[in-house]
């Protein structure tokens, strides 16, 4: 029970971890300017700005400025604000609109230019009748100190004029009431930080930076994740994981750049990956018994897989990697199997593709030699962004053979007597050897039970599947209790198999053959198949919603599945 316990405490601890990104992870960015720069007419010059940047209606005074903005993405931000407080206002004695202070972009980037310069040209730096990029009104009741905000619009346009450099300009409406003002450059009045000169961005999703609990640690080569007393490690340091389940069918591969720059501003450090599309095989690859074939950047489902996963691995999310047992080859077409399930079956295909295709690795030997080839053609399967085997990649944080599958349930419930004959005579099969290696004899056997049923004999391999649930009172005890061992074994024994086949696939503490493999994501509300999924390194356990209820009458009291 302890070894269970400590088991699930290791899952919870996937699902409950966080870590910083830095500026990126906080709710606002702010960038102050690279370069300043004022111009003056009556000196014809362009100096440093360090002092001030003046801004004069008639076009006489310009501030120039230019901010480093390679960090910011514009897809993580949700709004873009430029700041200037004022130092210095003059007014004309008439007028009572406001003046317009308007950002235009540079034509030359304002690093081109070796300050102080006499030969500047205006005309040559900015276009007059440029559209501004944004503007915002100075109201006739400036004054020094106040401070003023122009927001700007979050496009990437946006960001590489900023880059480039933006130049300060009033313009008057009406009779002018301002006719210059000079704003606080980055480095001046450091009694009025607030007050400088300053690029602020917004971004989106980052209220979890405040819940970090842990440093950023990124995969590296050679590192792996393993268990210790319920808890994960990597590098000999405790690592947990915060995370969600991703799927990556419909993402192109910008789409997988911007998602996984999403999740890390979002403190996100792991990922459960199902592999949307069901990438890995065609009905041309499974024929011929292989993975379907890719190429670096040919836009298929397979390769943006493979993208998708390097980059988890360049930006530190880990990965919980759901391929080993639930995006094998579509029986349909793999070779060598007793039975293909295709939609024409008719009135058996609900019941034998959504039922028994999941089952059938565990109780047939040519459906069990089928995964454990995926195993290997998936585990030896060289990423071509990493240049490194599948089974090698220290991104993968744990490893699934199986998820909800329902093995275990099925036969305890009953619903396997739907499958076709073929995979009933299976069962029976299986469920024959148990019995004789476990009692050798039918004369043991009938000591233990007390009785058969007509027809059946242990002898002959005719004991029937039974009892089911509904039909354990009709039982002698003794039998249910072996049918339950039975169903259990079955999925047990057959997960360890799977493992040992995926571990095989690398040298011992080395990527799959060190770190924890999860024999099945369990959902079933059944505690036999809950037992069942428990034999591997960690326990998984899907869960939808788990309300509560009062009524004492429901059988999982006080929870209500």
Known sequence: MRKTICKLLCVLSFACFAAPRGASAAEVMEIPPRKTAAFFQSKKSLSPGDAFLPCHVGGLYLGFSSFDTKELKIENTNQLELSVGIQYLAASAQGTEPTMLELLPMCRPLADYTLPRTDFSVRDAFDPNAAAIASAELPVSSAKGDLVTVKLPCTEATLQALSRGIVLRLRGRGKVKIVQVNFYSAKSAPDKIALRLKLKAVLKDNNLGKLSLVPLVRPRKGVYVTTRDGNFYYGGKQIRFSGVNFNDSSLSYEAIDKCVDRLANMNINGIRLWAGGYPFYTPQSARKGEMAPSKKGDNSILDRYDYLVAKCQEKGIFIHNTSLGSHTPPLEYWPDLPLRITREEGKHYDHNFYTAAPALPYLHKAYRDMRIRHI??????????????????????????????????????????????????????????????????????????????????????????????????????????????????????????????????????????????????????????????????????????????????????PWKP
Not at 445 to 460: F, I, N, Q, T, V
Not at 502 to 507: T, V
């Open 376 to 557: 290997e053609q998936y585990l030896n399967r060289v990423n071509p962004y990493t240049m490194e085997r599948y089974a090698d990649m220290p991104v993968f944080a744990s490893w699934e053979l199986a998820n909800e599958n329902h093995t275990v349930t099925l036969l305890l419930d009953g619903r396997f007597r739907k499958w076709h004959k073929v995979f009933l005579d299976t069962v029976t099969v299986r469920w024959n050897e148990f019995l004789i290696r476990k009692y050798a004899s039918e004369e043991k056997l009938l000591a233990a039970w007390g009785r058969l049923e007509p027809g059946e004999s242990l002898h002959k391999r005719t004991v029937a599947p039974a009892p089911i649930y509904s039909e354990a009172a009709k039982y002698p005890p003794a039998r249910g209790r072996d049918y339950v061992q039975f169903a259990e074994e079955v999925f047990r024994e057959t997960s360890k198999v799977f493992e040992r086949a995926a571990r095989a696939q690398s040298a011992p503490g080395v990527g799959i053959n060190g770190a924890p493999i999860v024999h099945n994501t369990h959902a079933d509300l059944n505690l036999h198949a809950h037992y069942a999924s428990s034999g591997g390194d960690t326990l998984s356990c899907g869960v939808y919603q788990t309300p509560y209820t009062t009524d004492k009458t429901k059988a999982f009291y």
